[in-house]
């Protein structure tokens, strides 16, 4: 996917089985992206049960160096600045895990996503022996 205005919107009805946390911060992070990496920065976007009851969002684009900080003094008047402090306020916990070329921003909220949304790894093709 490529973050684009038009992207948010799309990604939103995309996850329109999971609740309005997951929807929300999803958006947000995709958002984060367009604002500081730029219009069309290809990015993979990921919902997934965690194993220990949460659903974790994830956001990986091709820039490991522009981290996200968590800005807690937009004015009332600003009209950016609070999508990392909603997050933060959703989310029981998120982070960024750095790779060489790529970098993901996740979070992880309460619940799990609904059955049938969220693809489950293969299992391991066995050998014919």
């Not at 909220?109 to 949304?117: A, I, S």
């Amino acid at each position: 996917m490529l973050a684009t205005p038009k992207a948010v919107p799309e990604l939103r009805h995309l996850l329109r089985h999971h609740g309005y946390d997951v929807r929300l911060c999803a958006s947000e992070l995709l958002t984060n992206v367009i604002d500081h990496l730029g219009e069309g920065t290809p990015v993979t976007v990921r919902v997934a049960h965690t194993g220990s009851g949460h659903t974790r969002v994830e956001v990986t684009d091709p820039d490991p160096r522009a981290l996200p900080a968590l800005v807690r003094s937009a004015a009332a008047t600003d009209e950016s600045g609070r999508g990392l402090a909603l997050l933060d306020a959703l989310a029981l916990r998120w982070g960024v895990e750095q790779h060489a070329e790529r970098k993901t921003v996740w979070c992880e909220l309460e619940g799990e996503p609904p059955r049938g949304t969220v693809q489950e790894p293969a299992a391991p093709a066995r050998s014919s022996r």
